[in-house]
Each structure stands twice: as structure tokens, then as C-alpha cells.
């Protein structure tokens, strides 16, 4: 019994040391009407911007959650549901005798919903190593065949990237999006390729193939990209990559670098835009397209103190600042930039308080960094 209260006080105490008393009280900020006539959407536009973020089916269920996106994005990308995970149908795979793409569910319903509203969309993703089920890399489409040959795999990448657009078309979706993250997270940050069952049994070429084939299949309309974390450690092996993304005339086959921008409030704004300004070299559209920005660092989460919020607000106001100073002088070229969600309720990253608005769905610090309203942004 001693030994629980002893364990109670202690929580008590550090919850107060990193949090009120090393950085006050949560403050509760005047709402985003009093403060501007402007909604996110406007602010990026006139930057030539989308704003974009994450969604899932609850976000677009819950009707407070559901107003907060349609005012202020006009862009989405799926958190999940056009993962392969989601979208190959192992049964129609097995009896047609090759990969069949097959949206349903709440991949339909998402679909839907941002059609009725006319939000342009991101594709993601199609060529992955994670949330991509085994049994495609399989003889028989079945975990218990052995792995199927080089060409074979190059014959279901094809039927992946293929299915996909010809799914969107045959739903009436297809003109929704404007980009297609093709290959997601393929370099590792010693810029070596990451070992995948795609490299493993196609070769490394794996990534050439998925963007020749990407090249073919999308309609002009769509840029396509590659999508990966940590820029700053992997930007040189992306400039690689992208000269080496050419047909045989020397023609690009891919179209943009998408930024994820999981990043956290310890990190270096500095080098993240030496990296930016890296990539912008290559002459390939950026987007940010998964951005939330963690209190603290990944091994040590900060407590969502009003001192800790601060610096998340100037974070977002010199992150978002710099992308806009540099789209407007053309020295890159951005059309959208996406965050992974809003509200710190609903995000993946929750323990580290990482988005514009609160659970609640007050906004923070973050909101006015983002919105380049420094009054509010934590200075
Ligand atoms: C990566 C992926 C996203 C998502 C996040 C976690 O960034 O690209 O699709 O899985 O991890 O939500």
C-alpha cells in the first residue's frame, strides 16, 4: 500500500515538473474566427497551394470532425484504406489467375465522400514493404507456395499499379486525384536500398519498373511521386534515384518526391531545408505530404506543456514560412503540401501531441504557426 501511494506522488510530481512546472499551464487560445477570417485553405492558396491531410472513416463519420476538413482542406489522402493491404482481393487473385485490385468498404466510402465535396486527392500507396500482404509475393497467391520468379513478380507489379488506375476509372474516382505516391519508403538511411521481398526477387530495378509502368497506366493528369521519411538522411540517395528514374529517351518517369515530414520539435529546421532545397535541384515537384511535428524527440516524448506548445508553434510558423518563401521565388516547385491529420486526438502519433488542434479540436499554437499568424504561433 505504501509502496502504490509512494508510486502515486511520484507520478504526481513528474507529471508537474515537465509539465506545469517546467513549462506552465495549457493555455486555451482565442478560436481561429476571432483570430482570422481565414481558413487554412485560403492561407495556402495564396501560395498556389493545396492543404491537404490524412483521413480515415471515423474522421469523415463524426460531424464535428467532418466540418473541421471540409472548411478548412481541400485535399485528402487516405491514412489506410488504398494500402495494398486494403485493396487486392486474394480470392478473385487465386481464381483469374493474376492480382485483382479490388476497392470496397470504407475505401468506397472515402471515394464517395470526397467526390460529393469535390476534394482533390492523393494517392497512397501502391509499391511498399509494409501493410502489403504476403501472399502476393507467393506461387498460387497462397503464403504456403514458394516465392515466384523475377518475371512473375514484374507481371503482378504491373497487374498492381495497372488494376489500380483501371479500378478508379471503372468507379468514376480516376479524376479526384492529381498525384500517386507509385513507391513508398524504399531507401534506408545509409542510402542503401531497403531490403523488401520487391527487391528481393525482382532485383533493384524493382523501383524503375514500378515507375515505368506507373508512367504508362496514369492519365497525364496525375504527377507521380516517390514518398519516404527522414529527408535529411536520404535526400542524397533521392537525387540519385531520380536521375536515374528515365526511359529509354531520356524522359522522366516520375514527376515528384513526396516529404513525409514525421518530424519532431528537437529537430533542425536548418538541415531539413538543406535537404529541401537538395531535392528541389532535381527539378521534380515537392510535396510535404505527411506532416506532424512531435513534442520532443522519438525517444522522449514532452509532456503538451504551454512552453512545449510554443515551440511547436514557431516550429510550424518556420516550417510552413520557409516552404512559402521558397515556392513564391520559384526555387521550388510545390502545388500541395498534406498533414497527417489535425486534431491530436486522431493521430497515429498521439503520445507526442503532434498536430494543429487539440483533441478537443481547440486550435494550438501549431494552427497559427501554420497559418503565418506569429501573434499566436508561440513567439
Ligand atoms: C508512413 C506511411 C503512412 C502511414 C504512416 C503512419 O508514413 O507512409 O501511410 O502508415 O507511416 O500512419
Known amino acids: 500500500m505504501k509502496r502504490r501511494i509512494f ?7 513528474m507529471v508537474f515538473l ?15 474566427e476571432e483570430v482570422t477570417s481565414k481558413t487554412l485553405q485560403d492561407v495556402f492558396g495564396e501560395h498556389g497551394m493545396k492543404v491537404g491531410t490524412c483521413i480515415s472513416p471515423y474522421m469523415i463519420s463524426q460531424a464535428n470532425t467532418e466540418k473541421l476538413i471540409l472548411a478548412q482542406f481541400n485535399s485528402i ?6 494500402k495494398p493491404d486494403y485493396v487486392l482481393n486474394q480470392e478473385r487473385s487465386q481464381a483469374e489467375g493474376h492480382l485483382v485490385v479490388e476497392y470496397q468498404g470504407d ?8 467526390k460529393t465535396h469535390h476534394l482533390a486527392m492523393r494517392g497512397h500507396t501502391m509499391i511498399w514493404y ?6 502476393i509475393f507467393h506461387e498460387g497467391f497462397n503464403t504456403q507456395g514458394a516465392y515466384v520468379d523475377r518475371d ?20 468514376g474516382y480516376l479524376d479526384l486525384f492529381y498525384a500517386f505516391d507509385v513507391v513508398n519508403e524504399a531507401w534506408m538511411e545509409d542510402g542503401s536500398l531497403r531490403p523488401t521481398l520487391w527487391s528481393e526477387i525482382i532485383g533493384e530495378d524493382y523501383l524503375w519498373y514500378a515507375f515505368y ?9 496525375i504527377d507521380l511521386y516517390y514518398n519516404d521519411y ?12 531520380a536521375q536515374s528514374l528515365v526511359d529509354e529517351g531520356g524522359r522522366s518517369l516520375i514527376d515528384g518526391i513526396g516529404l513525409q515530414a514525421h518530424l519532431f520539435t528537437a529537430d533542425d529546421l536548418t538541415k531539413y531545408f538543406a535537404a529541401v532545397d537538395q531535392l528541389a535541384e532535381t527539378g521534380l515537384k515537392l510535396e510535404l505530404t505527411e506532416i506532424d511535428v512531435g513534442l520532443g524527440k522519438y525517444q522522449s516524448a514532452q509532456y503538451p506543456s504551454d512552453t512545449n506548445l510554443r515551440t511547436q508553434g514557431r516550429f510550424f510558423y518556420e516550417l510552413i514560412g520557409g516552404l512559402f518563401e521558397r515556392a513564391d521565388a520559384g526555387r521550388i516547385n510545390m502545388d500541395a503540401i498534406t498533414f497527417w491529420g489535425f486534431s491530436d486526438g486522431l493521430s497515429w502519433r498521439k503520445e507526442y501531441s503532434p498536430q494543429l488542434y487539440d483533441e478537443e479540436l481547440n486550435p494550438k499554437y501549431a494552427l497559427y504557426g501554420a497559418m503565418q499568424i506569429k501573434e499566436y504561433a508561440g513567439y
Open 7 to 13: 508510486c502515486c506522488v511520484l507520478c504526481f510530481l
Open 18 to 32: 515537465t509539465g506545469c512546472g517546467a513549462g506552465g499551464v495549457k493555455v486555451k487560445l482565442p478560436a481561429q
Open 77 to 82: 489522402t487516405m491514412e489506410n484504406n488504398m
Open 107 to 114: 475505401t468506397l466510402k472515402i471515394l464517395q465522400w470526397a
Open 130 to 135: 509494409s501493410q502489403t500482404p504476403e501472399w
Open 152 to 171: 512473375e513478380m514484374l507481371l503482378r507489379m504491373e497487374d498492381l499499379i495497372r488494376g489500380t488506375f483501371e479500378e478508379l476509372e471503372r468507379l
Open 213 to 221: 509502368y506507373a508512367d504508362q497506366y496514369a492519365p497525364e493528369s
Open 230 to 241: 527522414n529527408a535529411v538522411y536520404k535526400a542524397a540517395a533521392l537525387v540519385k534515384m
